[in-house]
């Protein structure tokens, strides 16, 4: 067991999970904390309840603060998803990300030098090749954690499917990535893919399945595990390799991963061996970018959307009716390693309970391929699918 909770402690984290309400989930922590045996190996756990109980008294002052709002004029605290993906764009005050939003997208956004001047998030569309890339500027991330400003821009980075972390480059550079990456990690957010990523997905019936690789325990060790803690019915996503430990962790702490994108911004006025030094230290863990949103340099708009399709891992393809000469002109994004029956889901499920085989067209330089395949075939990027029923 990971903290060697009794069985007083365990039924109450139960409640903590029924509760629906932030105050419900207040209440509910609390009592669980008063039945934590206080150890080493309790810790982490008491600190992370601390601290989860802090945030959730800060969404609802939050939640206060937007009603009253709301009272004058409509306010929107979060941003659905729109186009092919979500990146949350993430930085210190006076960073540069309303300026870097306004260079890249249509987004109507004030600039200024006025510190946290950004309170709400503020949405951009990104459109390059028929690719749609919204951009989400959240309010500045005061360090410390302590503030509803920085609630609100980690619960925008949860939601988005990626993350661009905006770094002034004429202001010391690596100290305010430092901050981010501190700050991301105190609210579970990753950047950096971890061993293992665990995500249990309570349902309502169907048993406890699991999905990914168990280290050290079998199914039935999660099965029994899940039980004490009164889940009997979830789907346990396991990304990397998980042990039972792994498991029972995310029963309390809900860890995420994000693919992050670093944009360092005032290109113009920093200085040379600071960029170098930066881009050096940096660019060896993650993709660095540098830019001047006031001038345009390095804002090379097919270079920052080639990014963003490598760090999140994703190709573009292209789907072609058996009817038509041409392809749809604005391809999917999917995943590298997906199929052609992956697509033909996408597309419909009819298209793909019906699917007979599938065409594919390549253009390898000069070359033009086209290939008879089954579901199953991995798809490259800019392939063109063209799909058959019968």
Not at 116 to 143: C, D, H, R, W
Request: charged share 30%; aromatic share 6%; hydrophobic share 40%.
């Amino acid at each position: 067991m990971v903290t060697n909770l009794p069985a007083e402690a365990k039924a109450k984290w139960i409640k903590v999970m029924e509760a629906r309400t932030p105050e419900e989930k207040i209440k509910a922590l609390q009592e669980f904390l008063s039945s934590v045996p206080k150890h080493k190996g309790t810790e982490k756990l008491i600190s992370f309840v601390r601290r989860r109980i802090a945030e959730l008294k800060r969404e609802i002052e939050l939640r206060e603060r937007v009603r009253k709002a709301a009272g004058a004029k409509r306010v929107k605290v979060y941003v659905g998803k729109e186009g092919d993906v979500q990146l949350a764009l993430l930085g210190l005050a006076n960073s540069g990300k309303s300026a870097l939003l306004r260079a890249l997208t249509n987004a109507k956004v004030e600039v200024s030098d006025v510190p946290y001047t950004t309170k709400l998030p503020v949405p951009g569309m990104f459109i390059f090749e028929n690719m749609y890339f919204q951009l989400v500027e959240a309010p500045s991330i005061v360090p410390g954690g302590e503030s509803t400003l920085t609630t609100l821009a980690m619960s925008i980075a949860r939601n988005a499917d990626g993350l661009i972390l905006v770094v002034d480059l004429s202001s010391d550079p690596l100290r305010q990535f430092e901050i981010l990456r501190s700050e991301l990690e105190r609210a579970h957010i990753l950047i950096n893919k971890p061993r293992a990523i665990v995500e249990i997905e309570r349902r309502v019936s169907g048993g406890i399945q699991v999905v990914g690789k168990l280290v050290g325990c079998t199914v039935d060790d999660v099965r029994k595990l899940l039980s004490e803690y009164r889940i009997h019915h979830a789907l346990v996503r396991i990304i990397g390799e998980a042990t039972l430990d792994d498991i029972e962790r995310a029963i309390f702490e809900e860890y995420v991963y994000k693919p992050a994108i670093v944009i360092g911004t005032k290109l113009d006025v920093a200085d040379e061996v600071t960029v170098r030094e930066f881009t050096k230290v940096v660019g060896e863990r993650y993709p660095v970018l540098t830019v001047s949103s006031l001038t345009g340099k390095g804002l090379d708009r097919g270079l920052i959307a080639k990014t963003i399709l490598t760090t999140l891992n994703l190709i573009r393809v292209y789907t072609k009716s058996p009817y038509r000469d041409a392809p749809d002109e604005k391809p999917l994004l999917i995943k590298a390693g997906s199929t052609v029956i992956d697509v033909a889901e996408r597309i419909h499920r009819k298209l793909a309970e019906n699917f007979k085989y599938a065409k594919i067209i390549r253009f390898e330089g000069s070359r033009k391929r086209v290939l008879r395949v089954g579901k199953d075939y991995v798809l490259q990027d800019r392939d063109i699918v063209e799909i058959h029923t019968g």
